[in-house]
């Protein structure tokens, strides 16, 4: 204790000695508050630069990502857009269209996002990409499909009726009106004879429109065309009801012709009306229907 008491007191008596100590003392604090600075100085560095290198990471991956996705779904709108083509038009230069934006852009940017998943260990993307890739492959089998029965005869069914049953039916009508006019004018030696020629070239006139609004309607759609060929098939059956009141003009040919006439009037009007009513429906384009209803799951 008393070389305790000594030493303060002789620290006591020794001013110098005394600033040195304190001296110090606020030199070890500087010391460490700069220590301490430059560690939360270089702390403050290193994170500034992994978060900028996480970052750049990020947008090395996240550009490529959002790029391929891109290509893959316009890749996609051009196939289906090419179907739609196919499906209307039945042209083969939509075929080859669909196959090169499915072989060329979907299928290699598809592949190119598994590559991206895979090196950056995406695990989340890896997962949705093994469900997208077997949604593409039900889609591309639907699509075979749709492009099948695009190509196929029955495709639109209104149009089969139309060539299978109606066509034939309107030639032979149109024989028979041929007839019917060139025997008229046959036997018409004297102008001032009473004729069928303007009832006979009435109803020529009025078919030749129907077969030819029927057609425009089948092709086209639009309800505008089928009120044409309604309002001209009522006029064909008003000149065909005049017939028979002037049968007595009727030689025997013509009169053989005009049987013939009414019997496929009556077949005309029956498949005519089974075209309009296939062409009005839905699933008026078979490949169609089925490309706005089973080939659209994404």
């Known amino acids: 204790m008393n070389g305790t008491s000594e030493k303060t007191e002789i620290n006591n008596r020794d001013p110098l000695r005394r600033n040195q100590t304190l001296g110090e003392q606020l030199f070890r604090s500087h010391l460490v508050v700069a220590v301490l600075g430059m560690f939360m100085l270089v702390g403050g560095v290193v994170s500034s630069l992994w978060l900028r290198s996480r970052f750049q990471h990020m947008i090395e991956y996240r550009e490529p990502v959002v790029d391929a996705v891109k290509q893959v779904t316009f890749g996609l709108e051009q196939a289906m857009s090419a179907l739609r083509g196919l499906a209307a038009l039945n042209d083969d230069v939509f075929k080859t269209q669909r196959k090169q934006a499915w072989n060329d852009t979907l299928l290699p940017n598809l592949a190119r996002l598994q590559s991206l998943s895979a090196s950056a260990k995406d695990h989340a993307l890896q997962d949705r990409l093994v469900d997208l890739r077997s949604t593409m492959y039900d889609l591309e089998e639907s699509l075979w499909w749709v492009e099948d029965i695009a190509q196929s005869a029955g495709n639109e069914p209104a149009r089969t009726v139309l060539m299978l049953q109606v066509h034939p039916i309107g030639e032979s009508m149109h024989n028979a009106i041929t007839g019917l006019l060139e025997e008229e004018k046959r036997k018409r ?11 006979l ?85 078979i490949a169609r229907h089925l490309l706005l209803t089973d080939s659209r799951p994404l």
């Open 201 to 285: 070239a009435d109803l020529n006139n009025h078919f030749t429109m129907c077969r030819l609004t029927l057609s425009d309607f089948v092709a086209e759609g639009e309800p505008a065309l089928e009120g044409r060929y309604l309002d001209r098939y009522d006029k064909l059956k008003k000149v065909m009801e005049e017939i028979p009141r002037k049968s007595a003009l009727l030689t025997t040919s013509q009169n053989t012709l005009w049987q013939k006439l009414r019997m496929e009037a009556m077949a005309w009007e029956h498949y005519a009306d089974e075209t309009r009513t296939l062409r009005k429906t839905n699933q008026w384009n």
């Open 189 to 199: 030696p004297d102008p001032g004879d009473p004729s069928l020629m303007g009832t």
